[in-house]
């Protein structure tokens, strides 16, 4: 460049990061045509231009994030990163920082200041946007399968979700929007639980898993008769309703410890020896060893028994006089079924007694022999259905009232 100027400005730039060196001349010519020259250098140092990239950007919880230095750089410079965090702000002095991971879910402004020895200088500004991860939904019951009832315990595993969002579906019609709920299973089944949460990105996610819940077996069961006479009348057990592969045991509640009055047996006969009201306790055990057990009880008496025809003829030629007289004593040698009385055995005091089916009382008697023969005040009462009832002690002690039905039928 060429000037006839005293004083001259030129501009210089330098954008490389390094120093550049410009030689300047300068030529002076007098009127007569002299010349002369003089040449000096002029050093342009590097101004820095800070510029970085972060990576990745935005970054969650789980990322390492890289802090990348694109200054025209110098790494003889000055450099000091500022972090504005939420705890403070966070001076790194280095060119680079090393990788970081934030466990916080916020906007960090991250500042370069870049300077070197003459004291040229330059920021920038970014700013790290922290994300919350995608939810990890995961639970763990304490068991996976039992009998009924089956509580189970569910253990909350989640990560990065929001609790406040939890909603659990057991499959049997049950729900909780607690974070480790705890539940019970009363029918034998299998069943799907479901978590359903929110995460802290706001992505909704649900997770599940099976529970078997064993079927329960039923200790349902009937026994007959429903008192026995002892000690020659067993009582028969039979369950309502028997499986295969079930364990049954059988108490029938004798307490003296030297008699076995138990049995694996799925439909067993007991004789008891003693007269008494007894348990019988059932306990049935499934194929995957869950109980159900159901206790009942039973009366045994003694010897005494009280049985009695449901029908009779009355003989035509009468019966008496009436009252005492529509009765008579029964032959133990006949063959006849003209007088109607239970046949007891065992039975201390006797008491029986004739009614119509509208509570009429035609006939009592309190000798066990002697009976009604058919008649009311010396008339024959019409073929129909008479009730009786006889009360009394068996030989053992123990009263008791027995009832029925005698149907009376003419004798052509």
């Known amino acids: 460049m060429q000037t006839d100027q005293y004083e001259v400005t030129q501009p210089y730039q330098n954008t490389t990061g390094q120093d550049l060196v410009y030689q300047v001349k300068l030529i002076t010519r007098t009127q007569f045509g002299c010349i002369d020259s003089t040449t000096k250098q002029i050093v342009i140092h590097a101004k820095p231009q800070a510029a970085f990239t972060l990576s990745p950007n935005p970054a969650n919880t789980l990322e390492l994030v890289t802090f990348n230095n694109l200054t025209n750089q110098d790494q003889d410079w000055y450099y000091r990163w500022q972090l504005e965090l939420e705890t403070g702000t966070d001076s790194i002095i280095s060119f680079e920082p090393p990788a970081t991971a934030f466990d916080t879910y916020y906007d960090i402004p991250?500042?370069?200041?870049v300077r070197n020895e003459y004291q040229c200088a330059d920021t920038v500004q970014d700013t790290l946007d922290i994300i919350p991860p995608p939810p990890l939904l995961d639970f763990s019951p304490d068991t996976m399968q039992g009998c009924p009832p089956l509580t189970v315990i569910f253990t909350d595993l989640s990560q990065f979700t929001d609790t406040t969002t939890y909603l659990w579906d057991f499959g049997d019609g049950g729900y909780s929007t607690a974070v480790n709920p705890v539940h019970t299973f009363y029918d034998g089944g299998m069943y799907m639980v479901t978590?359903?949460?929110?995460?802290?990105?706001?992505?909704?996610?649900?997770k599940d898993t099976m529970i078997n819940v064993y079927p329960k077996p039923s200790a349902a069961f009937s026994f007959y008769p429903e008192e026995v006479f002892v000690p020659d009348d067993p009582v028969k057990c039979v369950p309502s309703y028997p499986s295969a592969g079930e364990t049954y045991y059988w108490d029938f509640g004798v307490t003296d410890p030297d008699v076995d009055d138990t049995s694996n047996l799925q439909e067993p006969a007991y004789y008891y020896?003693?007269?008494?009201?007894?348990?019988?306790?059932?306990?049935?055990?499934?194929?995957?060893?869950?109980?159900?057990?159901?206790?009942?009880?039973?009366?045994?008496?003694?010897?005494?028994?009280?049985?009695?025809?449901?029908?009779?003829?009355?003989s035509k030629r009468g019966g008496g006089g009436g009252g005492a007289g529509d009765g008579g004593m029964i032959d133990d040698g006949s063959m006849e079924n003209d007088i109607f009385a239970p046949l007891s055995e065992g039975v201390l005091d006797y008491h029986l007694e004739i009614y119509t089916r509208w509570g009429e009382k035609l006939f009592s008697s309190e000798v066990k022999?002697?009976?009604w023969t058919g008649y009311y005040h010396g008339k024959l009462c019409r073929e129909d259905v008479y009730v009786w009832k006889v009360s009394g002690t068996f030989s053992d002690g123990q009263s008791f009232v027995e009832t029925g039905t005698i149907t009376l039928i003419h004798n052509e």
């Open 110 to 113: 991250v500042t370069l200041l």
């Open 369 to 371: 022999n002697y009976g």
């Open 273 to 314: 020896q003693d007269t008494g009201i007894y348990n019988i306790t059932f306990i049935v055990l499934s194929e995957e060893n869950c109980p159900d057990t159901l206790v009942k009880q039973i009366r045994a008496r003694g010897t005494g028994k009280i049985k009695a025809p449901n029908v009779f003829f009355p």
């Open 195 to 206: 978590l359903t949460a929110m995460g802290l990105d706001q992505s909704t996610m649900s």
